[in-house]
């Protein structure tokens, strides 16, 4: 008897040991599937997180600049990259009447088909398609700011240009778009042009100049200025540039200049004479700085039409 109530007791004492063991299982389990409440935003650590991370987000949204450029806020560099995003780190302009040849430099900027194209863009909204030139890359893309320009790009459709735009003096946006993917937007000045279309060649004509490569830019532009009846004693291809307040530095025609290119490079300082023939050294000196220059060409002393050219900061 006293055997049995023995047993008994150890199977109570068992049964009161396992039941105390499932309180605490159910206990911890219930604290591991509700998390505490915060009591300030009423919300699970989980949720607050979540909500951390999304005003991150939205911080950073906000605070996305745009991507139209100017000179002055362009990426200094940008890397190919296969699907790579296009970028445009520079123009070799910024503004010039139609007709201006531009390069855009950059990166990532080859389509289907290896193809190398941009776009013109205005204020409405409305686009030019701008065919790249022979010698465009994926670095490089050469176009002409001709006018009027396809609003679409009918290159593989075979199809008449449907939509014309016409470029008139003003802001645009030019940009390219490799594969649909749209690189970040530089502006670009189209400006009114007072330069004659064409000009000839002729003995002892009369120095014109047509167009320049560029309009404006930095101390250090290389620059190609137009037109012809440019070479003068012994063949010398040179010109000037002139200051508001009519000083100049002398521009050395550099290799490859003919009696219609002229390639100088905007260097400062220059000098103020031609001492070419002299071989005496120079006794003075003009130092460009940012604002408005003419430039022109003055074989056998007769004096060209003068350019307007914009020095602007690098």
Not at 103 to 119: L, Q, S
Not at 174 to 202: A, H, R
Request: with cysteine; aromatic share 8%.
């Amino acid at each position: 008897m006293d055997q049995k109530r023995y047993i008994n007791i150890i199977i109570l004492i068992v049964l009161v040991v396992i039941l105390a063991v499932g309180v605490g299982y159910l206990t911890l389990s219930k604290k591991r599937t509700l998390p505490p409440v915060s009591p300030i935003t009423n919300q699970t650590p989980e949720n607050t997180s979540t909500q951390n991370q999304m005003s991150l987000t939205n911080t950073s949204t906000q605070q996305t600049p745009s991507t139209t450029s100017s000179s002055s806020s362009l990426p200094t560099t940008c890397k190919d990259e296969p699907e790579g995003v296009p970028v445009i780190t520079s123009l070799s302009a910024y503004s010039g009447p139609v007709g201006t040849k531009l390069e855009i430099r950059g990166c990532n900027f080859k389509g289907f088909e290896g193809d190398v194209d941009a776009w013109i863009e205005n204020s409405k909204g409305e686009r030019g398609f701008l065919h790249g030139e022979p010698g465009s890359t994926n670095n490089i893309i050469k176009v002409t700011l001709n006018s009027p320009l396809c609003q679409e790009n009918t290159s593989y459709s075979g199809l008449p240009c449907s939509k014309w735009l016409t470029l008139t003096p003003g802001k645009y946006k030019i940009y390219t778009l490799p594969w649909g993917e749209e690189s970040n937007k530089v502006e670009f000045t189209i400006l009114p042009s007072s330069l004659p279309t064409t000009c000839k060649d002729e003995p002892e004509g009369v120095p014109v100049i047509t167009s320049l490569s560029a309009y404006s830019g930095p101390v250090g532009t290389k620059l190609e200025i137009r037109g012809c009846n440019f070479k003068g004693f012994e063949g010398d291809v040179d010109a000037w540039i002139e200051n508001s307040k009519g000083e100049r530095g002398f521009l050395h025609g550099e290799p490859g200049s003919t009696n219609n290119i002229i390639k100088v490079t905007l260097n400062s300082p220059l000098c103020q004479e031609n001492t070419s023939y002299s071989g005496l050294p120079c006794s003075k000196w003009l130092t460009l700085t940012p604002g408005k220059y003419k430039i022109y060409t003055l074989p056998w002393g007769e004096e060209s039409n003068k350019v307007e050219f914009t020095i602007v900061n690098p």
